[in-house]
């Protein structure tokens, strides 16, 4: 897939469903075999309609449904493979948009496993792309709280943690708090340029919505000092010029 060779890598995709398809044949109740099929089922039946006919011609199908339910009988049954099952539903899940079973999911995976910064992390994402701001505001307060443990959570990028933060307080009109986490983020030492610039762009939108377009320039300003031929920085020429109004 990195390398975009999707034929070589579709090839990869059919001998390991053969292999565990095989593996089923054989022992009905190895569940953890259950992965790969799973996977496979729903990727392919979640492929476009044109693809899906095309790919069908040369014998290859799926379904999102029978997929998801060969994943959540692994997630229950399973010995090796049961939290990538878990986790491989937790964002099929996101991608049908039924957050509050991914949430679920998410929540069991965090308190198995407390140290685990991204479990924990997910949470908060989903509760915010579920429409509950306040709560994701919460369990991300939580998580860099408790990022200040020593040891706690091996290295957590937390730059992640204050963007949602900041799109999830800036959802609840939380604006001033909202910039505050933007830029806390954009100060992380482990943060990404990209992300950075994100984080730049955001803070500066903020601050356009609070009616503070001086202060939203400087911040397009750290967008283009930070990466001008970039995404980010066409939409921050852009604010520069015309206030960001949120539409």
């Not at 986790?87 to 685990?116: C, N, W």
């Not at 500066?204 to 750290?222: I, N, P, S, W």
């Not at 990466?227 to 010029?241: H, I, L, N």
């Amino acid at each position: 897939m990195v390398e975009r060779a999707f034929v070589g890598s579709l090839k990869e995709a059919l001998g390991a469903r053969s292999d565990c398809d095989r593996v089923l044949q054989l022992d009905p109740n190895y569940v953890d075999a259950e992965l790969v099929t799973g996977v496979y089922q729903y990727v392919v039946g979640a492929l476009s309609a044109p693809f899906k006919v095309m790919i069908g011609i040369m014998g290859i199908h799926g379904s999102k449904g029978a997929g998801l339910a060969l994943l959540r009988d692994d997630a229950e049954r399973g010995v090796i493979t049961r939290v990538e099952a878990r986790t491989s539903m937790m964002l099929f899940l996101r991608r049908e948009a039924k957050y509050e079973a991914a949430v679920q999911i998410a929540k069991g995976m965090a308190e198995e496993y407390p140290h685990d910064y991204l479990f924990r992390l997910e949470e908060a994402n989903l509760e915010k792309d579920a429409g509950d701001g306040m709560v994701a505001v919460e369990t991300y307060e939580g998580l860099i709280d408790m990022a200040k443990r020593p040891g706690y959570y091996p290295n957590a990028h937390l730059e992640l943690a204050w963007f949602g933060l900041g799109d999830s307080l800036r959802g609840q009109k939380k604006f001033g708090d909202a910039v505050a986490a933007y830029r806390e983020g954009a100060n992380q030492a482990t943060i990404s340029p990209e992300l950075k610039r994100r984080c730049l762009l955001e803070a500066g939108k903020t601050f356009d919505l609070m009616r503070e377009h001086d202060k939203a320039v400087q911040q397009y300003e750290a967008v283009l000092n930070a990466g001008s031929d970039t995404v980010q920085g066409e939409q921050a020429r852009k604010y520069m010029k015309s206030a960001y109004t949120g539409k």
